[in-house]
């Protein structure tokens, strides 16, 4: 594994760095329809666009990607921006863009940590309009079942491959020792 940089370290100790959410920066919206129409020039749905920013706006506070890159920025005020944006597009529900966008945020959670993903999942919902917050799925969708839980621990285990890889091993029992659960 990579050690971080000493630059990047001094850049998450800063004194300006903030664990808090950041304001959603001006000209959001216009950064989400530009990133929109070069994914149409490019003969891109809306899906992955509207994925890729949600996640950039959760992990930092620069002027990255639309829904993964908001979720990642921890900018949820800039969420219902970029929702409008991708509402605004043909070929998908305003339901299921936000069911989208809510995906894509649960899914950055090991990046950004449980309470920040929550916090922006519920400052997310606050701000949809009633008739889309109302619309939104309540059923869970992860619910294990014996038969599948083989094949989904083999899923996880090649995901962890081939990320950790060519460390994997070796990173799998430096957290068996930390605590039996965590490999």
């Known amino acids: 594994m990579s050690k971080l940089s000493p630059s990047l370290k001094a850049l998450i100790n800063a004194p300006f760095a903030r664990p808090g959410p950041v304001a ?19 003969r891109l749905g809306a899906r992955p666009w509207v994925a890729v920013s949600v996640r950039l706006m959760l992990a930092s506070s620069s002027r990255a990607g639309p829904a993964a890159a908001t979720f990642t920025l921890n900018a949820p005020d800039a969420l219902p921006v970029l929702f409008d944006v991708a509402a605004a597009q043909a070929g998908a529900s305003a339901t299921q863009t936000a069911e989208l966008m809510r995906e894509v945020g649960l899914k950055c959670i090991s990046f950004n940590g449980i309470p920040r993903t929550i ?7 606050a701000s949809l309009p009633r008739d889309v917050a109302a619309a939104l799925s309540t059923t869970a969708s992860r619910v294990p079942t014996p038969q599948g839980l083989e094949a989904t621990g083999a899923r996880g285990r090649q995901l962890w491959d081939s990320i950790y890889a060519p460390f994997e091993a070796k990173l799998a029992a430096k957290l068996a020792r930390a605590h039996p659960d965590l490999p």
Do not use: S
Not at 27 to 39: K, N, S, T
């Open 119 to 125: 916090n922006c999942l519920n400052a997310f919902r």
């Open 24 to 42: 959603a920066p001006a000209g959001m919206a216009e950064v989400y329809r530009a990133i929109a129409r070069d994914a149409a020039q490019r």
